[in-house]
């Protein structure tokens, strides 16, 4: 089950079964299927509370991804700020909502065991990025 919630931020206009459906596609292309999956918008000030308690880190970021799983069934706590969605789609000249999706199937990615913090390895989460938006337009089309 996925589940969407909010914590000092308005809940973003997103269908919620028609993501939730995309997001089961693409866990399935990577073998894995959805077991427990909740996902956390908050602002900025959340997040950057959250690096630091669970983290140590001092820094604002888009995503928190906290994995669970167990074998090949998906299971995590996904926060997402939107502050920093909202920044980085003006910083790259996206669309908010593009960058949006990005930012929750970036979370699903990760879950499904891509990195993007080593040598080479941003490049493919980009790629695998690119490709599930694409499967999310073609379920909306």
């Not at 997103?14 to 693409?26: G, P």
């Not at 991804?65 to 502050?83: A, Q």
């Not at 910083?91 to 990760?110: A, C, D, N, Q, W």
Request: aromatic content about 10%.
């Amino acid at each position: 089950m996925i589940t969407y919630n909010i914590d000092g931020v308005k809940m973003p206009k997103i269908k919620k079964r028609e993501t939730s459906a995309w997001i089961k596609a693409v866990a399935a292309t990577y073998g894995r299927k959805i077991g427990e999956v909740g996902y956390m918008f908050v602002d900025d000030e959340k997040i950057l509370e959250v690096n630091n308690e669970y983290l140590g880190h001092d820094y604002y970021t888009d995503i928190i991804t906290f994995d669970y799983d167990e074998g090949d069934i998906i299971n995590g706590d996904i926060v997402i700020s939107l502050d920093t969605v909202r920044t980085n789609a003006e910083r790259f000249g996206k669309p908010y909502e593009e960058e949006l999706y990005r930012v929750i199937i970036h979370g699903i990615l990760h879950l499904c065991g891509i990195n993007d913090k080593g040598p080479g390895e941003r490049e493919i989460m980009e790629a695998a990025e690119d490709k599930a938006l694409a499967m999310r337009k073609q379920k909306t089309t």
